[in-house]
């Protein structure tokens, strides 16, 4: 991808476009793209070498996290898989929204490269452009001035999935592109790995909330942008009038004397 010819014609984008990579991509601990391969050698008793070469290749377009980038811009978080973020390197800011877009793009000429001429091409097309959205359709919630009026209407029994949109999401990938690849046809077993992938979620939620930083690689930012989290509506649901008063007044102020007393 790197050799392309409309990119080689600028050789400093080909630098650029190669350090952003590098940066944003092969760190962290991987288990989004590694879950692909794993998940395919489950479904199929003896995968080819073909089918675990397609599930490595979409396991690294799964680690390709570009709506990361941005929100950590939108989040003004401080670091992510144990680096400081992409927008706070060089001073980029704002800038890296564009990077964002460019990891996106590699995403989609990864795939149209090695899969292009597969029976199901579109329907891995397809997988990601959904999965890709459903993030950017949970942030016109989190990052809305009014959140916390439209949050208080919200039950955690109600919005289990869009709850965990932003992360579970990702994970929810890996068992559609593994079902994919092996061909499966077994609807029960996919909802089962569905169900899986979606449980993961609530788990990555947790711990970015309570986890600590060795082992996430990110500080959290939730609680002090007031995201539309399960910790916030569980808590509203069963807590006191007092406590909820309590709540509201230190939920989502960036003021850390505010809401660690």
Sequence with gaps: LLTEKEVQDVPWALAWLKKVFLYNVPHGK????????LAVRGLERC???????QAYILGWCVEIACC??????MDKSDTRRGRPCWYKVDGLESLAFNDSLLLEHIVYRIINKYFKNTSFYSTITEIFLEQRTKPYWANVLTHRPERIKIMMDIRWKNT?????????????TFPLLAATIAELKDTVTLKHLEQ????????GRF????CLR???????????NGKCTWL?????DNCSQEELELLLDNYGYEDKHKWIS
């Design 30 to 37: 991987q288990i989004r793209g590694l879950l692909v391969p």
């Design 196 to 203: 899986f992938a979606l449980k993961l979620g609530y788990l």
């Design 68 to 73: 990361l980038v941005a929100d950590d811009i």
């Design 160 to 172: 289990r999935p869009s709850l965990s949109t932003r992360r579970a999401t990702i994970l929810f």
């Design 47 to 53: 995968p080819t070498e073909k089918q675990i070469q």
């Design 232 to 236: 916030f509506i569980c808590a509203k």
């Design 207 to 210: 711990l970015g909330l309570f």
């Design 214 to 224: 060795k082992l996430t690689g990110k500080i959290g930012t939730d609680i002090q």
